[in-house]
């Protein structure tokens, strides 16, 4: 079966940096996705992996490791307005996404 | 304002009623979706479109039908509505061919009694 696996929650001090990983099993590859969720909001996306490596967008970056079938998302100098939900999602050999539970990312002053 | 515009954002229902969540997007995105967000679990996707007059099912399409009459619109409906289909649901889209980058609505919270 497809799998996403994802921490449920974490917890990291304003100012700092927090890494997000995320494993996959799925039928084929055709790239990896992060989103952010705010409480009670709808996601919005925040990155895209389909080659090994890093992307950096601000001070979000994501990596990617096809071969071992691990993705992490990395947020530096944290503030209070990045706590939220971080979703990982992997489109498969169908293009169709398979989506992680997401984890519940929780900054303390 | 462009984008996906859901309706009702919040409705109770009692179980064995029919329900239409609506959907509408003025971005001209050929695919659109709907999935199911419940506690602990990832988004689930119950049905698709990849363009208009086409739908599909995805991991989770039973009690829900859904119809792409045109470009814009993409209502998602329970026939007889049971408790387990409490939930939250959003409607997304996608250009074609894209990077499969979703623009979500802003979700309708259903409670089914």
């Known amino acids: 079966g497809q799998n996403i696996d994802q921490p449920t929650e974490m917890t990291a001090t304003e100012g700092a940096i927090v890494q997000i990983n995320c494993t996959y099993q799925?039928?084929?590859?055709?790239?990896l996705f992060w989103y952010q969720q705010h409480a009670g909001e709808a996601p919005t996306f925040l990155s895209y992996?389909?080659l090994d490596g890093l992307e950096e967008k601000g001070r979000f970056s994501s990596f990617l490791s096809r071969s071992k079938g691990y993705s992490y998302l990395l947020l530096k100098e944290l503030q209070m307005k990045d706590s939220a939900s971080y979703l990982c999602?992997?489109?498969?050999?169908?293009?169709?996404?398979?989506w992680g539970a997401g984890t519940k990312l929780i900054i303390k002053p | 304002i462009a984008g996906i515009t859901q309706a009702p954002t919040s409705q109770i229902l009692a179980a064995g009623r029919r329900m239409t969540l609506r959907c509408t997007q003025d971005?001209?995105?050929?695919?659109m979706y709907w999935y199911r967000q419940d506690l602990g679990l990832g988004l689930r996707l119950i049905h698709y479109?990849?363009?208009?007059?086409?739908?599909g099912k995805g991991e989770v399409p039973d009690g829900y039908s859904v119809s792409r009459a045109n470009t814009d619109d993409f209502p998602l409906t329970l026939a007889s509505a049971v408790p387990s289909q409490t939930s939250v649901y959003f409607c997304?889209?996608?250009?074609?061919?894209?990077?499969?980058?979703?623009?979500f609505g802003e979700g309708s919270r259903l409670t089914v009694l």
């Open positions: 997304a889209s996608s250009e074609a061919g894209s990077t499969g980058e979703l623009f």
């Open positions: 971005m001209r995105h050929n695919a």
């Open positions: 479109s990849n363009t208009a007059g086409t739908t």
């Open positions: 799925t039928s084929g590859f055709n790239g």
């Open positions: 992996n389909v």
């Open positions: 999602a992997v489109m498969d050999s169908n293009y169709q996404l398979i």
